[in-house]
């Protein structure tokens, strides 16, 4: 089960389950013309652009994908979950199912409210885009 307050404090691998479709949508840039690219191109910066300074090390990040990007596959560096369904479900059943610590990256108030309650820390998607102010 994952913890809160705070960030996860236990030696080992922490969850980020990243919610695609609210992270994509936090930035209008045009990525209603094509939401499979923009989510692929959000997989693709991940790695690198993911900023959780209080979050340790080493993470397993996973992509929950819906809709139109449900065909998003993942990387080396991230693994995707397409929802079958909604994706706010998907992801609370990946909270509730860690076994290790986890973060969610959404800014979506009713799946922030879903996951804490399950003990998981939340952050909002500007965590997931460079820190120079580009998406």
């Not at 030696?11 to 989510?39: C, K, M, Q």
């Not at 479900?89 to 610590?101: F, H, K, N, W």
């Not at 409210?113 to 998981?120: K, N, S």
């Amino acid at each position: 089960m994952c913890r809160q307050p705070g960030p996860p404090k236990v030696i080992g691998v922490t969850l980020v389950i990243v919610d695609a479709a609210n992270v994509v949508g936090s930035v209008p840039d045009g990525w209603w013309r094509d939401r499979a690219g923009a989510t692929a191109r959000l997989r693709d910066r991940l790695p690198g652009d993911l900023r959780l300074p209080e979050v340790p090390k080493p993470w397993r990040i996973v992509m929950v994908v819906e809709g139109a990007a449900r065909g998003v596959h993942g990387s080396d560096d991230v693994e995707t979950v397409a929802a079958q369904g909604e994706g706010d479900d998907t992801i609370v059943e990946l909270v509730r199912a860690a076994g290790e610590p986890c973060v969610v990256v959404t800014a979506d108030r009713g799946l922030r409210a879903r996951v804490t309650d399950l003990g998981a820390t939340v952050v909002g998607p500007s965590a997931a885009r460079r820190s120079t102010g580009t998406h």
